[in-house]
T-cell receptor, first 119, second 115 residues
Framework: AQKVTQAQTEISVVEKEDVTLDCVYETRDTTYYLFWYKQPPSGELVFLIRRNSFDEQNEISGRYSWNFQKSTSSFNFTITASQVVDSAVYFCALRGLAYSGAGSYQLTFGKGTKLSVIP | EAQVTQNPRYLITVTGKKLTVTCSQNMNHEYMSWYRQDPGLGLRQIYYSMNVEVTDKGDVPEGYKVSRKEKRNFPLILESPSPNQTSLYFC??????????????FGPGTRLTVL
């Protein structure tokens, strides 16, 4: 079975600080995809990024960056110069070849990290 | 605009009164899924559908039904709601049901309270 662990339940930072959200995953698959979603206070789930297991290049998108390390099964998410609008719950998710039935690839979510950015 | 829509967004009901939460997507996606989100438990899959008339159980299907008569719609039915079904529900869709790389896009959520 596959598993995603987000050990940080809640994090608080002061605006403009950098913050890293940790994600550790477990899977027996050699091919898998990792995702990050953002859930702002309004409640919707916003897709942020997808990475495949064969591409360990780090990715940067504006103030967001992602560090994928296969050796430690981690896919950490860093927000640079945090802003109040970054306050949200962030979910890491894994999709591998573990079938949940009828050929569907199971998407497993971590329990989320609540980030509060204080002005 | 490409999107997944859900209705209603908020619902308060009483135990035993049948209800349906609708989900619709305009992206011609084959795969659709329902999740529930509960504090401390993250998101758990209820049911999913690989295509029209093809549905299957997720991790927590008890007390729920679904149907997929049209590609764009995937309603979630609670025949006899109970208080333990009070939750935040999300519908999601993705293009290819068998693509491990496929990204699921989520609707805005439906907050259901069963008294």
């Amino acid at each position: 079975a596959q598993k995603v662990t987000q050990a940080q339940t809640e994090i608080s930072v002061v605006e403009k600080e950098d913050v890293t959200l940790d994600c550790v995953y477990e899977t027996r698959d050699t091919t898998y995809y990792l995702f990050w979603y953002k859930q702002p206070p309004s409640g919707e789930l916003v897709f942020l990024i997808r990475r495949n297991s064969f591409d360990e290049q780090n990715e940067i998108s504006g103030r967001y960056s992602w560090n994928f390390q296969k050796s430690t099964s981690s896919f950490n998410f860093t927000i640079t110069a945090s802003q109040v609008v970054d306050s949200a719950v962030y979910f890491c998710a894994l999709r591998g070849l573990a079938y949940s039935g009828a050929g569907s690839y199971q998407l497993t979510f971590g329990k989320g990290t609540k980030l509060s950015v204080i002005p | 605009e490409a999107q997944v829509t859900q209705n209603p967004r908020y619902l308060i009901t009483v135990t035993g009164k049948k209800l349906t939460v609708t989900c619709s997507q305009n992206m011609n996606h084959e795969y659709m899924s329902w999740y529930r989100q509960d504090p401390g438990l993250g998101l758990r899959q209820i049911y999913y559908s690989m295509n029209v008339e093809v549905t299957d159980k997720g991790d927590v299907p008890e007390g729920y039904k679904v149907s997929r008569k049209e590609k764009r719609n995937f309603p979630l039915i609670l025949e006899s709601p109970s208080p333990n079904q009070t939750s935040l529900y999300f519908c999601a869709s993705s293009l290819i049901p068998s693509g491990v790389q496929d990204t699921q896009y989520f609707g805005p959520g439906t907050r259901l309270t069963v008294l």
